[in-house]
């Protein structure tokens, strides 16, 4: 790992090393395999992008039955802070009516994203969805709704790396780091 990265105006030192994340994505993927591999169905995958893209490439590669992927864009940061407001900036690449869906997040930390796509979902028709994210930050989470499956749990600190991103920045890094005390 870097020692610190410096992107924009914020210097971000290190916190979870490649080989974790590799570690909590092939827990994670055992889960989902023991719960669809013997399905008779191709659920869907849903992507939601750009954040996810990484998690989402690494678990495809590791589940093992038959799934469709498709993606979708929304957003609800700016700089480092929740908007609170969950824009739709690309809808779904496909029809997932009828489907059993699997969203493929980032990070889950007050739930507003991951709640109202779910809700979108079962709306357009799907028959489950469920919600799959490889990073959670339980002490913000507000919602009822279950995180089904997670890979690393977190503290409420801003991160960057592996898909995350700072003001579209710091989504290329393989490991993922943690802003210093005070730029927040």
């Not at 992008?49 to 490439?57: K, M």
């Not at 357009?124 to 690393?152: N, W």
Request: proline fraction near 4%.
């Amino acid at each position: 790992m870097e020692e610190k990265l410096h992107i924009l105006d914020k210097t971000f030192k290190p916190f979870i090393p490649h080989e974790r994340i590799i570690e909590a994505i092939d827990n994670v993927a055992g889960k989902l395999n023991a719960d669809f591999r013997d399905c008779t169905d191709v659920p869907v995958i849903l992507c939601v992008l750009n954040g996810a893209i990484p998690f989402t490439g690494e678990l495809l590669q590791r589940l093992e039955f038959n799934c469709q992927l498709v993606s979708i864009k929304l957003s609800s940061y700016q700089g480092t802070r929740s908007t609170g407001t969950v824009l739709n900036i690309m809808g779904l690449t496909a029809d997932i009516k009828g489907k059993r869906i699997i969203i493929s997040e980032d990070i889950v930390d007050t739930g507003n994203t991951v709640v109202a796509l779910k809700e979108m979902l079962l709306h357009k028709g799907a028959t489950d969805v469920r919600i799959c994210t490889m990073l959670f930050k339980p002490d913000v989470y507000d919602k009822h709704e279950k995180i089904d499956y997670v890979g690393i749990p977190i503290p409420n600190k801003f991160i960057v790396g592996f898909g995350l991103d700072y003001d579209e920045l710091g989504r290329n890094s393989k490991d993922i780091y943690v802003i210093e005390d005070g730029q927040e």
